[in-house]
């Protein structure tokens, strides 16, 4: 059995999105929280000096890998939601594209369910910081 070149795309994208997914959680596991030095500001608290929805995540990431789940919490409450979301969907698109792979019929089904459930996950994920977001807006 040969693997499905219209499924070439659809594989593409998928090993694009774990390898931005790998590079966050790479991210995470290269930068101690013990010593505070993420090359990445918020750039909401400098410009307004009060934190946004999302501080705390990157330092609060770093403690989830490290298996340091209460601490992290303390960072930023949403911290954990987030970091399942990233990991679930690590699995999902490397399960996927070696199902992209194989798939001779039916790749349309598997590209909508997996936009279906990956839409239903991230609203779920993200949920807290849009409608924060919404809230702020009106």
Known sequence: MRPNRAARPYLILNLILAGVILLIMG?????????????????????????????????AFSLIVRGRVDEALEWNSQSLRVFI????????????????????????????????????MTLAAFWPFIRMLWISLF
């Open 27 to 59: 991210y995470s596991l290269f930068y101690s929280p013990e010593e505070d030095e993420y090359p990445v500001p918020c750039i909401h608290e400098k410009l307004t000096g009060e934190p946004c929805p999302s501080c705390g995540l990157s330092h």
């Open 85 to 120: 979301f990233f990991a679930l969907q690590l699995v999902m698109r490397s399960g996927l594209a070696v199902t992209a792979m194989w798939v001779k019929r039916n790749l349309r089904v598997v590209a909508v369910t997996d936009a279906v459930i990956s839409g239903v």
